[in-house]
T-cell receptor, first 117, second 112 residues
C-alpha cells in the first residue's frame, strides 16, 4: 500500500527558532500534499494544500509567512515553522494524494509532534 | 464551504456487538467523496471506508459498512462484530477537488 513518511516524529525547539518537517511519499508520486494541524482531542485542521512546483494554497487564518511550505518534487513536501512560539506546539500531519490514484483518497503520514519551549 | 458534523463526541459498545456512528455534511457540490478514517492512540490516520457520491450502492469493507443518504447528506458508519482493536477516534471526511474537511470526531470505546 501507499506509504507516507514524516521526519522528525518528535521535535523540541526553543522559542524564536525555526523547525522543518519533511513529508515524503515513499512508493508513489504525489501531485498534491496537504498539511494539517491537530490539537489534543480535536479534529484535523487543514492548514494548506501544495501542488508540486507551485505555491501552496493556505487556509484562511493560517499565516503563510510563518508556515512555509515547499513542494519541491513529486515525493517531497516540507513545512517550516519560522520563529516558533509555544502556541505553535501541536501535532502536525501531512498527507499525499497518489498521482495515479483514481480516488480522492489521501495517504497520511504518522505525524510530527512539535513542542516549543 | 463544506462542513462536516459528527454529533456523537463519545460512544461505547460491547465487544461483538454493532455500533453506528453518525455523520452529516453540507455541500452544494454534486461530485465528491466521503471517507471514514480511524485514528488509534498512535495517531496514525487509517482509512476505514470510502464512498463515491455518484454511487448509490453503499460501500462495505468486511465488518464496516456505510449508510449513504445523498439527499439527506448523511453518511453513517456501522461497525459489526466490534473488536477491542476498533477502539479509536473516528473521523468522517468530505473531499472535493482540493478541499478536504473533517468532522470533529467520535471517540469509540469497545468494552470487553
Amino acid at each position: 500500500g501507499a506509504v507516507v513518511s514524516q521526519h522528525p516524529s518528535r521535535v523540541i525547539c526553543k522559542s524564536g527558532t525555526s523547525v522543518k518537517i519533511e513529508c515524503r511519499s515513499l512508493d508513489f508520486q504525489a501531485t498534491t500534499m496537504f498539511w494539517y494541524r491537530q490539537f489534543p482531542k480535536q479534529s484535523l485542521m487543514l492548514m494548506a494544500t501544495s501542488n508540486e512546483g507551485s505555491k501552496a494554497t493556505y487556509e484562511q487564518g493560517v499565516e503563510k509567512d510563518k508556515f512555509l511550505i515547499n513542494h519541491a518534487s513529486l515525493t517531497l513536501s516540507t513545512l517550516t515553522v519560522t520563529s516558533a512560539h509555544p502556541e505553535d506546539s501541536s501535532f502536525y500531519i501531512c498527507s499525499a494524494r497518489d498521482r495515479g490514484g483514481i480516488y480522492y483518497e489521501q495517504y497520511f503520514g504518522p505525524g510530527t509532534r512539535l513542542t516549543v519551549t | 464551504a463544506q462542513t462536516v458534523t459528527q454529533s456523537q463526541p463519545e460512544m461505547s459498545v460491547q465487544e461483538a456487538e454493532t455500533v453506528t456512528l453518525s455523520c452529516t455534511y453540507d455541500t452544494s457540490e454534486n461530485n465528491y467523496y466521503l471517507f471514514w478514517y480511524k485514528q488509534p492512540p498512535s495517531r496514525q490516520m487509517i482509512l476505514v471506508i470510502r464512498q463515491e457520491a455518484y454511487k448509490q450502492q453503499n460501500a462495505t469493507e468486511n465488518r464496516f459498512s456505510v449508510n449513504f443518504q445523498k439527499a439527506a447528506k448523511s453518511f453513517s458508519l456501522k461497525i459489526s462484530d466490534s473488536q477491542l482493536g476498533d477502539t479509536a477516534m473516528y473521523f468522517c471526511a468530505f473531499m472535493n477537488d482540493n478541499d478536504m474537511r473533517f468532522g470533529a470526531g467520535t471517540r469509540l470505546t469497545v468494552k470487553p
